[in-house]
């Protein structure tokens, strides 16, 4: 690239730039910023709950796993645990077995993210291109409110059932009032709020590194930004 080349590109990407700066810009020469929000979200949810769905997905994630609850002997648990609730083996085995559950929640919320995501709206897309590392991820997720939780719920209430070997049921019995059902709801919560920070993990990552996803409008806008 000579150097009049070189320094008809910078001139152009800070013009670009400036545009992206300027109040309730929705778009630059050929791109359009909603649409580019559009595919890094598509493009987040997709890895993230691609790794999510995996066997042992939640269990094995930085960003996801799912703790005990704390009547279960969860960190923050003061209480003083049953018997079988003091073996660090079985509270290993029972947060597994949760995590797996949680698993049957996510295959519930993906197809609903998608749709999510295809039918967003967005008001000043210029902002949530300038915001944070997760600002995409943290505006769909106040778009679609409790969605997920309550999609999820059914599909972990079933996983619970489905996984129970008899450790979630023996750690249930264990702990006065307290049910599959309350179980349920505190990994329904958990997870929730384990998808957003899976999807948000990834939108930081694809900001950071917008050409690995080779896709023109996302290296156009977000290299722009960066």
Known sequence: M???????????????LATLM???????P?????????RLLTIASQNAFALLLQPGGFYDSSVARISLPDKLGGERGTG???VVLQSRQFRDRLQRQLNRAAEKGAERAAPLVADAVRNLSIEDAASVVRGGPQAATSFLRGKMGPALLEAMLPGISDGLRLFDDQIISQAVRSVAGFDVAALAQDI????????????GLEE?????????????????????TR
Request: with cysteine; aromatic share 4%.
């Open 80 to 82: 003083i645990l049953s």
């Open 30 to 38: 050929g791109l359009s910023l909603t649409e580019a929000i559009r």
């Open 22 to 28: 300027l109040p309730g810009c929705q778009s630059m």
């Open 2 to 16: 000579t150097v009049q080349t070189s320094r008809r590109y910078i001139l152009l990407s800070g013009a670009a």
């Open 188 to 199: 329904t919560r958990k997870a929730d709020d384990s998808i957003w920070a899976a999807i």
């Open 204 to 224: 930081s990552a694809i900001r950071t590194n917008p050409q690995k996803t080779n896709d023109p409008l996302l290296i156009g806008v977000f290299g722009l």
